[in-house]
Each structure stands twice: as structure tokens, then as C-alpha cells.
């Protein structure tokens, strides 16, 4: 049986275009793209996500202009413009 | 043991009064129902600023700057202290007339200040709504983190000998002494009433009323504001005395947040928001600073404002009990005037000559205190 | 701003709102099903329908294609400012939704303990990184150590392994002989040992190692190595990830929100799931710790119960009983060493949000003033992380959450507060 072809869409990330698994989360994407830590605590450490669930807000990034968006709850759409360490 | 004062509540007023004594050598006990700094206190803008609608309030209100000032430099980092000024915003031609006159006043009066036309205030905000038609600027107005601000003071106060001790509600105000609810009693030559919108309490009759306003908090959207935002249209709206009032007010923490402000109810004094009300100062917000609209709002909170029936604070002695002092009813002042209240209110106790005139805040200025009417 | 009624709402689609949804749909009742994930599911059908594992799974969606249930995703209640009205933010926006009842579904999430070097990328919850990787978040060819406690380990363990994971090692931090004693006492529970079974085996070449837990994780930017304690003694690992949890709390911020008595940090219901607000039901990990099993079970006892059939509902009480039985055992084999409390220095963060660090919140009296002196729980999170810890490890009794419950945009809440357009 032939494998089943994986749908990828175009995302902006910091500016540069990468494609991605459709139906994968933001967070997902990024880790993909090799970004696993995606902020600077309040006194500068990096942070990846924790909870992979909503809850810890750990993995805030900037989604299309609109900041402190969770990237573990978000699925990745076509054109969409993240900005990681916002 | 007798102390010289007692004081009861722990909040902002109480905790530069004890400051104030404890620096003057009395010995000082601060009785606090819950946690030092935990009421109004904690639920405020911490907006330093100097408001003028009467000669009273300004006096006041500049002397309590002028401490903060001068006091800058040994406030802990946790105070937060950032002189970011204050934008008075103009929305038409008759309120930068407003301002103009403002301008006017001030500069009599020593106090700096600069008129911004259009574009100086739009290179002074970029991100207010168009249609602005100027601003008056007060640089040296400043904001803090109260409860901070209020743990530092009484922290002040202790290394001075002052005894605080927290969850100790007083329940009763004794012939020259308190008695707790856990029925301790205390001994002290005076007694100052500092317990916020809890005070009639403690002494039935008293001219306070809670005033109730609400806040709401975002997360962190550095520079998206730059100054303390108020407008001109404030005054009138915030100070009439009845109903229910919102106001733009937005302040640029030193996290990065952004604190947006305000309200004022008279007749609800639960600690429950009012959503509805809520709603209107935040599109009133919304449409003053259109990319507010996009921010997320973390937190939204009340707070009881103590309010005076003529919005000055008691400070000074009751009438008819000797030993008893009031020093509340700061309304939504307290923080910028905790420093000048507890300076005015500690040299009268210590029988010393005030800098300022007391007499505007003394509570005898209303009936209900002005004879024997209060009985506790 | 939108605005509309409904007969029952229910929130979250887990098992247990699913099978709430269901039960009441099937008596007649016009259901919203309400969940601020993408896609429904809960915590253990996270991927949704698609990637439904089993029959089970499969049988629970198709509550969604019910002619009386309305589904909608990426759905964040916020506030309750008044009896029978949530605000909620949807993606297009707030509004306002009236209800007759309620039915609270909101799961669970982990139960997090600090030790030096938590916060560096690379470590995950335990179920965090199974839910991560279930949305796509890549594990393959990863070398991955899992730490904490109960069969969630091996759960995750089973699928990062199915994606090509290499997991190095399952740390539980329950001793042998307590696991060993649970693991006899599923015979009462045939099901659940067939599972189990059928887990171990696929997980074969994994070490399993009782009493051992994650002492320190160090890393330059990211994680790199581990030290850990198994069985007393003291040794490191290199890896990628940590997935590192000690169990589940209750998702309580909802039913406080409305008023909900809480028993033992969850939600609290009578035999029909009936919290202690007239018409608000829970069932699930809401109201208590227990899995799938009786998470499904409770939603149909609320789902019947909310739609006015209290004799079917009755009969349900044994089965749930049988899965609390099972909750109970589970949750006494897995209870937590008291050595997991010690981990953290004095300079290791409990607030993550604003950065706060154990010794700063040492030196306060409550949950209250570290919140006004040092931040704590003030950030993002509104407490959720850090607030469980502080008690475990302080004392502090927590506090209701206050609204938002949720970071919700100005925007929204003025259209979700704003007067019903007139038309
Ligand atoms: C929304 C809002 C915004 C504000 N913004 C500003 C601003 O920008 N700038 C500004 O200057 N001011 C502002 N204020 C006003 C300021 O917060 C108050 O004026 C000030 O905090 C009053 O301090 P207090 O010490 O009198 O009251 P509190 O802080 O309430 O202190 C009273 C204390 O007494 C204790 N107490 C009560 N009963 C007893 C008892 N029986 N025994 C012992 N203790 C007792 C209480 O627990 C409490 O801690 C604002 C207020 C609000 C509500
Ligand atoms: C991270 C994690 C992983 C788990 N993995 C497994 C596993 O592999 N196997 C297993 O048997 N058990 C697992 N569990 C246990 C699992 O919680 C239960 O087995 C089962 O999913 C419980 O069902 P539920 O319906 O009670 O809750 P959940 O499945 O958690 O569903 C609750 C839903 O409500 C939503 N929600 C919560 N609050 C709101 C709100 N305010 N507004 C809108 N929606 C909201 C949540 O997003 C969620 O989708 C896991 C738990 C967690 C926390
Ligand atoms: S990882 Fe915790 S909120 Fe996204």
C-alpha cells in the first residue's frame, strides 16, 4: 500500500517560510524547525513548553501580531506568521 | 506594657504612621486584622500624583510626592518606583483649555509641567487613538507597587522598635487602649484609627463610606504605553459624588504590564466585579488606545476606597476622646498621601508644630464629630 | 456579541464530557459541548477522531455527530458574572452563553515538582510530552527518560515509543513492593490487567525502575544530562527529553468560579454528580482522580441525571463504584515519597511565570503575601503551576482563582460584555 501522503503547509517563521504537517500544533512546528525553547523567562531563561496542555504558559509565542499566544494549543494554519522570543 | 501608640490596621496609612512615630522615638504597636498591606493597599493603582480640585488635597498631595521623591533612591526594587510622568490628555478644544489653565495653575505654583500640542503628544504615545487634541505632561509623577512600597515601611518602622503583629483584628477601642478580638488588651497614651473602610467598625457614626472601584491587569506589552495616561474629562466624571462612574486611566507597569483603570460605585460594596461596569471602562480603554484591544487581559480586581463625604482624609484627633485619633479616608489618594499623612498626623500625636496646616483634615470639620455624637 | 441558550451546556470533551453529552443527547436534551482544545478528545483521545486508537475511542466522537449535540473547539470560558451565563472566547470572538444546567467535564492536568533544573527546555511533563507528541511535536530517534509515577508512565512510554522514540528508562517513584501489591490487586480488575499486560509487553527492553526519581537536570540552554537516584544509589543519564510528573490535580477553577463546594482539592458531587450548585453537575477528573473508566461512567451518571432520569442513572452507581475502587488503589500504590519534597534549593524556581525561587517564598506566612511580596502566581498561569507546589511544599493554602479564568483579550471581553445587539 502506497504511504499516506502527508498534506504540509507554509507557515512564516521569524520572518522565514518553512513547511510544515498540517494538522500539527505550533509547538510541534517549531520543534520541528528546531526551536524548542520559544520565550525568555522575566529574567532571561529560555523556555520550552511543559504541559503540552494550556495550563503552564510556557510556550508563548506571537501569532499573526497577537503575543502571548499558547503554541501548544494552536494548530498551524497556512501563511501563519509566528515570532518566537517576542 | 504601655506603648506610647497604638495604631490600628496595617495598611499604607498606618505603615508610614508607624514609620513616622517609630522615627520620632515613640515606641509604636500596629495591630493588623489580616495581612500588613492586604486591603485597599494591595488592590490600588499606586499612581503618584498630585491632584488639585481644592487647596487641601494638593497641599497634601505634593507634600506626598516630594517624600516619595526625595525617597527614591532607598526604596527597595520590589516598590517598583518609576517616574514615568503623568499625560493629562486633552480629547477637545475646551479640555486643552482645561490644560492651559492647568498649566497656568502649576506653573504658579512650582510644579512642572509642559503643554504638548498634537504632534508632541503623538510622538509622546504613538499608539493613542487619532483625534487627540493635546496634552499636559507632569514628568515627575511617578508610580509604585504599594504593598511593597507598605511592607518596606513597616519593615522601617520594626528596625525602629515598632511591634507589629498580623492577624489580630482589634474588636473593640478601650479608655486608652484597644482590646483584640482574641481578647488581648493593649495599652497605649494615643490610639490612631487607621483601619481603611473598616474604621466605623471600630467607631460607629464615622463619615466614611467604601467607594469601590475596579482594575484590570495585562500581560506583559512593554512600550506600548510610556507615561501614566489620564484624561482631562477625569475630574469631572471620577469626583461627582453619586453614581456609578468610569474613567480612562492607564498605567505602564514596571513589569511591562499594563494596568487600566478606573471606576467608582457608590452603592455596591461587595468585593464581586461589576461586569457590566467593568465592560465600559474597558472599551472605554479600548477606544482611547486601540491596540489595548489586542492585549490580554490577565486579572481584573475591586477594591473599597475609604471616601470621605468632601473626599479629604481624617486625619487628627476625635473630638470628645481624649487619646483617640482617626487617620483614614484617604479615598483614592492614599498611596501619593501616606508619606504627608503620616508626617502631619505623627507631629500632632508627638505634640509638635506640623509642616502643613492641619486644620483642613481634622475630623471635627463634620458634625457627626464635631461634639460628643460618637460614643464607641 | 453573539448571544444564546442552552438547555445543558458541557464543558471540556474528554471521556467524560463526551459520554455526559451522550447521555443526556439520547434523553432528549439539546446539548453545547464546549473545549478550549483544538480538537476534542481530552488528555487521552487528544489527536481527536482521527486518531482515535481504539473502538472505544471511536464509539465516544460519534457523540459528536448527535443531531442534538453542538461541538465547538477552541472554545475558552472565562467568566460566570452571573447564575446561568458564561462569557466564553471563541475564535471569532466573545459571547455570551445562557444555560438551564451545567455539566463540569474539565479533566485534569499534572502535578508538577520543582528540582534544580525543571525549567530548561527539554523537560516536559510527563503527560505533557505525550500530549505534545500526539500534536505532532517530534520524539522520534529522541533518547527520552520518563520520571514520576502510576501507569501513566508506561502509557507515554507506549506511545513515544510507537513514534519512534528511544526511551531510556521509566523512573517510578513508588517503591517495588507497593507497585507490586497493585499490580496483584488488578485481578479485580481483568480490563485494566489485559492492558497492562499488553503494554509491559510492548515496552519490553525498557528499564522499568522502582524507587527512583530525577535528582537534577543540567544542561547548557537545553537539557543534556540527568542525575537521578534509582533504588538509593546515584547515577546520570544523557538524554534530549524529560518527561517528569507526579500525578494528576483536578481542574477546579471552573467549579469555583461558579461556587462549587471543593472536597480534597476536587470538585465536589452527591451520588448523581450534583455539585453543591443547583444544576451544575462534574464528573470526571474534575471531581476526582480516577481515569478514563470512570471518567465515562460519571458522565452518563450527570448526563441522565441532568436530563431528568435519576433510575438510569442509579444503575450505573455499581460500575461506578467498581472504577473509584480502582481510583482509590491507585491512588494509595502511587502516593508520593516524601524525599520527591526535598528535591529544590533554596535558588530553585517555583513560579515560572515570574521567575520566583523557593528561598523568596521561604520567608512568607501565606500564599496571600507571597503573592503581593515576591509575584508568585501573579503571571500568566494565574498560580496553576506554582500554586499546588507552594502548598505541597509550604503550606500556603491556595486560593480561588479570580477572573478571567483565562488571559482573554480586551476586546473580547467588551464584545462578550457589550448589550445584546437589538435585533
Ligand atoms: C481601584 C483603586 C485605585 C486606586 N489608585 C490609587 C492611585 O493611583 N494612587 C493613590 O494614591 N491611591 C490610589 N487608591 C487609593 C489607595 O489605595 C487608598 O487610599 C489607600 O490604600 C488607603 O490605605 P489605608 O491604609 O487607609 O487602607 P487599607 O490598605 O485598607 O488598610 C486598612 C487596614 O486595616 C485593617 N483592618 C481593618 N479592620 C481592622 C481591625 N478591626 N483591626 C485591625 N486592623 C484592621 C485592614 O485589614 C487593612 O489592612 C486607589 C484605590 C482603588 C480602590
Ligand atoms: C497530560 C495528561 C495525560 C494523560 N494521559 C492518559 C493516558 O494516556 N491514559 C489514561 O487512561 N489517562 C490519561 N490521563 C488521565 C485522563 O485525564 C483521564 O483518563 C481522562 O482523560 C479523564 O477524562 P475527563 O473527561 O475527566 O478529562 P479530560 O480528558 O482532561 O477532558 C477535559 C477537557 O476539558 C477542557 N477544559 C478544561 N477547562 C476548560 C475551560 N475552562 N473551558 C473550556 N474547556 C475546558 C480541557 O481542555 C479538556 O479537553 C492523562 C491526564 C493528563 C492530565
Ligand atoms: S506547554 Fe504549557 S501552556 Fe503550552
Given at each position: 500500500m502506497p504511504e499516506?501522503?502527508?498534506?504540509?503547509?507554509?507557515?512564516?517563521?521569524?520572518?522565514?517560510?518553512?513547511?510544515?504537517?498540517?494538522?500539527?500544533?505550533?509547538?510541534?512546528?517549531?520543534?520541528?524547525?528546531?526551536?524548542?525553547?520559544?520565550?525568555?523567562?522575566?529574567?532571561?531563561?529560555?523556555?520550552?513548553?511543559?504541559?503540552?496542555?494550556?495550563?503552564?504558559?510556557?510556550?508563548?509565542?506571537?501569532?499573526?501580531?497577537?503575543?502571548?499566544?499558547?503554541?501548544?494549543?494552536?494548530l498551524v494554519a497556512d501563511q501563519m506568521e509566528i515570532l518566537t522570543h517576542d | 506594657?504601655?506603648?506610647?501608640?497604638?495604631?490600628?490596621?496595617?495598611?499604607?496609612?498606618?505603615?508610614?504612621?508607624?514609620?513616622?512615630?517609630?522615627?520620632?522615638?515613640?515606641?509604636?504597636?500596629?495591630?493588623?486584622?489580616?495581612?500588613?498591606?492586604?486591603?485597599?493597599?494591595?488592590?490600588?493603582?499606586?499612581?503618584?500624583?498630585?491632584?488639585?480640585?481644592?487647596?487641601?488635597?494638593?497641599?497634601?498631595?505634593?507634600?506626598?510626592?516630594?517624600?516619595?521623591?526625595?525617597?527614591?533612591?532607598?526604596?527597595?526594587?520590589?516598590?517598583?518606583?518609576?517616574?514615568?510622568?503623568?499625560?493629562?490628555?486633552?480629547?477637545?478644544?475646551?479640555?486643552?483649555?482645561?490644560?492651559?489653565?492647568?498649566?497656568?495653575?502649576?506653573?504658579?505654583?512650582?510644579?512642572?509641567?509642559?503643554?504638548?500640542?498634537?504632534?508632541?503628544l503623538y510622538a509622546a504615545e504613538p499608539n493613542l487613538a487619532p483625534g487627540f487634541a493635546g496634552g499636559l505632561l507632569r514628568p515627575d509623577e511617578a508610580v509604585l507597587y504599594p504593598p511593597a512600597a507598605c511592607s518596606w515601611l513597616l519593615a522601617n518602622a520594626q528596625a525602629l522598635g515598632a511591634r507589629l503583629l498580623e492577624h489580630c483584628p482589634v474588636a473593640e477601642l478601650a479608655e486608652g487602649g484597644v482590646r483584640c478580638a482574641d481578647g488581648r488588651e493593649f495599652r497605649a497614651r494615643a490610639v490612631v484609627l487607621a483601619a481603611g473602610t473598616a474604621s466605623p467598625e471600630l467607631l460607629p457614626g464615622l463619615p466614611l463610606k467604601p467607594r469601590k472601584g475596579q482594575l484590570a491587569i495585562t500581560e506583559r506589552y512593554p512600550d506600548l504605553v510610556r507615561h501614566q495616561l489620564v484624561e482631562l474629562g477625569y475630574i469631572k466624571r471620577a469626583h461627582a459624588a453619586t453614581g456609578d462612574s468610569v474613567a480612562f486611566n492607564v498605567q505602564p507597569r514596571a513589569t511591562g504590564q499594563i494596568l487600566i483603570g478606573s471606576s467608582r460605585e457608590n452603592e455596591d460594596t461587595g468585593a464581586e466585579l461589576n461586569w457590566p461596569l467593568l465592560g465600559e471602562m474597558l472599551e472605554l480603554a479600548g477606544s482611547m488606545l486601540p491596540a489595548l484591544r489586542q492585549c490580554r487581559i490577565l486579572r481584573a480586581w475591586t477594591g473599597l476606597r475609604p471616601a470621605t463625604p468632601d473626599g479629604l482624609p481624617l486625619l487628627g484627633p476625635v473630638p470628645g476622646r481624649t487619646g483617640l485619633w482617626l487617620a483614614t479616608g484617604h479615598e483614592g489618594l492614599g498611596i501619593t498621601t501616606a508619606l504627608s499623612s503620616a508626617a502631619l498626623l505623627a507631629a500632632q500625636i508627638l505634640g509638635r508644630k506640623p509642616e502643613l496646616d492641619p486644620a483642613p483634615y481634622w475630623p471635627q470639620r463634620f458634625h457627626q464629630l464635631s461634639g460628643s455624637a460618637l460614643h464607641a | 456579541?453573539?448571544?444564546?441558550?442552552?438547555?445543558?451546556?458541557?464543558?471540556?470533551?474528554?471521556?467524560?464530557?463526551?459520554?455526559?453529552?451522550?447521555?443526556?443527547?439520547?434523553?432528549?436534551?439539546?446539548?453545547?459541548?464546549?473545549?478550549?482544545?483544538?480538537?476534542?478528545?481530552?488528555?487521552?483521545?487528544?489527536?481527536?477522531?482521527?486518531?482515535?486508537?481504539?473502538?472505544?475511542?471511536?464509539?465516544?466522537?460519534?457523540?459528536?455527530?448527535?443531531?442534538?449535540?453542538?461541538?465547538?473547539?477552541?472554545?475558552?470560558?472565562?467568566?460566570?458574572?452571573?447564575?446561568?451565563?458564561?462569557?466564553?472566547?471563541?475564535?471569532?470572538?466573545?459571547?455570551?452563553?445562557?444555560?438551564?444546567?451545567?455539566?463540569?467535564?474539565?479533566?485534569?492536568?499534572?502535578?508538577?515538582?520543582?528540582?534544580?533544573?525543571?525549567?530548561?527546555?527539554?523537560?516536559?511533563?510527563?503527560?505533557?510530552?505525550?500530549?505534545?507528541?500526539?500534536?505532532?511535536?517530534?520524539?522520534?530517534?529522541?533518547?527520552?527518560?520518563?520520571?514520576?509515577?502510576?501507569?501513566?508512565?508506561?502509557?507515554?512510554?507506549?506511545?513515544?515509543?510507537?513514534?519512534?522514540?528511544?526511551?531510556?528508562?521509566?523512573?517510578?517513584?513508588?517503591?517495588?513492593?507497593?507497585v507490586a501489591r497493585f499490580a496483584a490487586g488488578l485481578v479485580r480488575h481483568p480490563a485494566k490487567l489485559a492492558q497492562a499486560v499488553a503494554l509491559k509487553s510492548r515496552l519490553l527492553g525498557i528499564p522499568y525502575r522502582c524507587s527512583s526519581h530525577v535528582l537534577e537536570a543540567s544542561g547548557r540552554e537545553r537539557l543534556e544530562r540527568l542525575r537521578l537516584s534509582w533504588g538509593g544509589e546515584e547515577g546520570f543519564i544523557d538524554c534530549d527529553y524529560l518527561g517528569c510528573a507526579f500525578g494528576l490535580l483536578p481542574n477546579t477553577e471552573t467549579g469555583q468560579l461558579l461556587?462549587?463546594?471543593?472536597?480534597?482539592?476536587?470538585?465536589?458531587?452527591?451520588?448523581?454528580?450534583?455539585?453543591?450548585?443547583?444544576?451544575?453537575?462534574?464528573?470526571?477528573?474534575?471531581?476526582?482522580?480516577?481515569?478514563v473508566d470512570k471518567a465515562q461512567i460519571e458522565g452518563r451518571i450527570a448526563g441522565l441525571a441532568a436530563a431528568g432520569r435519576p433510575e438510569e442513572a442509579r444503575r450505573l452507581f455499581p460500575a461506578r463504584a467498581h472504577a473509584r475502587d480502582f481510583a482509590d488503589r491507585l491512588a494509595e500504590a502511587f502516593r508520593l515519597e516524601p524525599a520527591l519534597l526535598r528535591l529544590a534549593r533554596p535558588d530553585t524556581l517555583i513560579c515560572r511565570c515570574e521567575d520566583v525561587p523557593l528561598q523568596a517564598l521561604q520567608s512568607c506566612s501565606s500564599w496571600r503575601e507571597a503573592k503581593l511580596l515576591t509575584r508568585c502566581g501573579m503571571g500568566a498561569c494565574q498560580g496553576r503551576t506554582c500554586g499546588p507546589m507552594a502548598e505541597t511544599l509550604l503550606g500556603f493554602e491556595p486560593r480561588g482563582s479570580r477572573p478571567p479564568l483565562q488571559p482573554v483579550s480586551l476586546e473580547t471581553l467588551v464584545s462578550a460584555l457589550s448589550p445584546t445587539d437589538p435585533r
Open positions: 499516506a501522503v502527508i498534506a504540509e503547509l507554509p507557515i512564516r517563521l521569524n520572518g522565514e517560510t518553512v513547511r510544515v504537517p498540517a494538522g500539527i500544533t505550533v509547538a510541534a512546528a517549531l520543534a520541528l524547525a528546531g526551536q524548542q525553547a520559544l520565550r525568555l523567562s522575566v529574567k532571561g531563561a529560555p523556555r520550552g513548553p511543559l504541559c503540552g496542555m494550556g495550563v503552564c504558559f510556557e510556550c508563548r509565542v506571537t501569532i499573526d501580531g497577537r503575543r502571548h499566544e499558547r503554541a501548544c494549543q494552536r | 506594657m504601655q506603648y506610647d501608640v497604638i495604631i490600628v490596621g496595617g495598611g499604607i496609612i498606618a505603615a508610614a504612621l508607624a514609620e513616622s512615630l517609630a522615627l520620632a522615638g515613640a515606641s509604636v504597636l500596629v495591630l493588623e486584622a489580616q495581612n500588613a498591606g492586604a486591603g485597599v493597599s494591595a488592590a490600588g493603582m499606586g499612581h503618584l500624583v498630585v491632584l488639585d480640585d481644592n487647596p487641601a488635597e494638593l497641599a497634601l498631595a505634593r507634600d506626598g510626592l516630594e517624600r516619595w521623591q526625595r525617597r527614591r533612591a532607598v526604596l527597595p526594587a520590589g516598590a517598583e518606583y518609576r517616574e514615568c510622568g503623568t499625560l493629562w490628555l486633552a480629547r477637545d478644544g475646551e479640555e486643552l483649555a482645561e490644560a492651559e489653565r492647568k498649566q497656568a495653575r502649576n506653573r504658579t505654583l512650582g510644579l512642572d509641567c509642559k503643554l504638548l500640542g498634537r504632534a508632541a | 456579541m453573539t448571544e444564546a441558550r442552552f438547555e445543558l451546556i458541557v464543558l471540556g470533551a474528554g471521556p467524560a464530557g463526551l459520554a455526559a453529552a451522550k447521555a443526556a443527547a439520547d434523553s432528549g436534551r439539546e446539548v453545547l459541548v464546549l473545549d478550549d482544545n483544538p480538537l476534542p478528545g481530552g488528555q487521552i483521545w487528544r489527536g481527536g477522531p482521527d486518531q482515535a486508537p481504539n473502538a472505544r475511542a471511536r464509539a465516544a466522537f460519534s457523540a459528536l455527530q448527535h443531531p442534538r449535540i453542538a461541538y465547538r473547539p477552541g472554545a475558552r470560558l472565562f467568566a460566570a458574572p452571573g447564575p446561568g451565563t458564561l462569557l466564553v472566547e471563541l475564535p471569532e470572538g466573545g459571547c455570551r452563553l445562557g444555560y438551564g444546567q451545567l455539566i463540569l467535564a474539565t479533566g485534569a492536568r499534572e502535578r508538577f515538582l520543582p528540582f534544580p533544573g525543571w525549567t530548561l527546555p527539554g523537560v516536559f511533563g510527563l503527560g505533557g510530552l505525550q500530549a505534545l507528541a500526539k500534536g505532532g511535536y517530534p520524539v522520534a530517534g529522541k533518547r527520552i527518560v520518563l520520571a514520576g509515577t502510576g501507569p501513566l508512565l508506561l502509557a507515554v512510554a507506549d506511545t513515544l515509543k510507537a513514534r519512534g522514540a528511544r526511551v531510556l528508562l521509566l523512573a517510578e517513584q513508588a517503591p517495588l513492593g507497593r461556587g462549587c463546594t471543593l472536597a480534597a482539592g476536587a470538585v465536589a458531587v452527591d451520588d448523581y454528580q450534583q455539585t453543591s450548585r443547583p444544576g451544575v453537575y462534574a464528573a470526571g477528573e474534575a471531581c476526582g482522580i480516577g481515569g
